[in-house]
């Protein structure tokens, strides 16, 4: 997400020279640059037109700190004014009453009914119990859909009558409390466009069930049209927060950088892919240095500290540090790594890392191949194997249909991974450290 305004800003950045005071004429052309490129992202032109303005106030006339460049100077004006427009401050959901109710509206093919599967699966990684409503009985098996994606995450699902939403509302309370669920998520009914009808419907669920926090779904692929879709919705359904799908799929990023500033509305959550648990608290701060290529420490820690099990962790530092990494371990934390999400968003989140690989393709498939190669290896093997040999190599190749080219390669590299971590876990134990590993 955001690759084509990341590398149009990043790419521009780097032509910013010059030193003393930031000139208005340095500033006004910097400015210029970067309102071409935010427009071509598809970001609102009176979006633009205020951040652009907040910049130039802050710019002009701006003394350089000791070896910090205008041009780099800059950049940290754009970050902060970045982390303004995308909404500032964090905002957590607001889970009030027993049980608490979080109502979710938007049009049809938002990713909606997905969305609230996220959602519950988030909620009850938090020790959260939810309880999900299909209050959508228009669209043909949506109520299907949500009963299958609570099946898959072990939610139970409300689905009443299955005729009348209203009737779904008012009985959905009690059905939580039976199942002492202490979240409810009501999958709404959207439509392909705005309509007086669902408008309407939506009004009177929000009356009967006074939710905590309404967010509205939308679609981030559509650009400004998910912007001024939020706007109506905005004004009539005054919701708290906006969950935009699809981000993995937004390479310009306009609908979430205009969001805020038109609606008023903070961004909530994105959806980072189909899976279900492809769902990100969205934290302005941190989405401003992704854009600016600054790369996403803290959130991918977070990933890491979901995937990984923190005594299987202390069991390969300790294997790290007496040199007995394996090839068992090495799966395992192909495994691990693979949980976090795609390689090449990972790989972006590690400052520094993330401009140079910009143009290079990370093929997802090199990790399915040394899985196939390892697993075709007998336990003996994978613990020592330096006991594989040539009628060996052809046997694994042979079993995992690789070649025995590819099959030295992995043990090349997994000898040379084994002997940096054996010399990174030396000089941690003699400082009293164990090495982080993922």
């Known amino acids: 997400m955001f690759d084509q305004l990341t590398n149009r800003l990043e790419s521009f950045f780097k032509k910013l020279k010059g030193s003393g005071r930031l000139t208005e004429e340095q500033v006004r052309e910097t400015l210029r640059e970067v309102k071409k490129i935010l427009l071509e992202a598809d970001v609102s032109l009176s979006v633009v037109r205020d951040f652009i303005l907040r910049i130039e106030q802050k710019a002009v006339g701006q003394e350089v700190i000791a070896s910090v460049s205008p041009g780099h100077q800059i950049i940290k004006i754009i970050h902060d004014e970045l982390v303004v427009l995308l909404g500032g401050d964090y905002r957590t959901l607001k889970l009030s009453g027993t049980p608490a109710v979080v109502m979710v509206c938007g049009l049809q093919g938002s990713g909606k009914t997905t969305f609230c599967a996220k959602l519950a699966l988030w909620l009850k990684e938090r020790k959260r119990f939810p309880l999900l409503v299909a209050a959508d009985v228009y669209r043909p098996a949506a109520i299907e859909q ?74 981030a692929m559509t650009g400004q049209d998910a912007v001024n879709t939020a706007s109506e919705f905005a004004k009539r359904i005054n919701f708290h927060g906006v969950v935009l799908t699809k981000m993995d799929g937004d390479a310009r990023g306009g609908a979430a950088l205009s969001i805020r500033h038109v609606t008023g ?102 990790l399915v191949i040394v899985k196939s190669i390892i697993q075709s290896m007998t336990k003996e093997e994978r613990r020592r194997p330096q006991i594989i040999d040539l009628s060996r190599k052809r046997r694994i190749a042979l079993g995992s249909g690789r070649s025995i080219q590819e099959v030295n390669r992995l043990l090349n590299q997994y000898e040379q991974i084994r002997k940096m971590m054996s010399k990174m876990g030396g000089a941690q134990l003699k400082k009293g450290k164990i090495p982080f590993a993922f």
Do not use: W
């Open 146 to 219: 949500l009963v299958v994606l609570g099946e898959k995450i072990s939610v139970p699902v409300f689905t009443g009558d299955r005729k009348n939403p209203l009737k779904i509302a008012q009985e959905c309370i009690d059905a939580a409390r039976e199942r002492s669920s202490d979240v409810v998520i009501v999958d709404t009914a959207g439509r392909l466009a705005i309509d007086n009808q669902m408008m309407t419907e939506l009004e009177k669920i929000k009356s009967i069930l006074s939710p905590s926090d309404i967010l509205y779904v939308a679609d």
């Open 265 to 366: 509305k903070p961004l909530q959550f994105i959806g980072t892919g189909e899976k279900v648990d492809a769902l990100e608290p969205f934290h302005p701060d941190r989405m401003a240095k992704r854009i600016l290529g600054m790369g996403d420490v803290v959130t991918l820690v977070e990933r890491a500290q979901k995937a990984v099990d923190e005594k299987k962790a202390a069991e390969l530092a300790e294997r790290m540090l007496t040199n007995t990494f394996t090839l068992e371990d090495f799966l395992e934390q192909l495994d691990s790594i693979k949980k976090m999400g795609s390689l090449q968003e990972l790989i972006k989140m590690i400052p520094g890392i993330g401009s140079k690989i910009k143009d290079t393709e990370i093929d997802e498939k090199e």
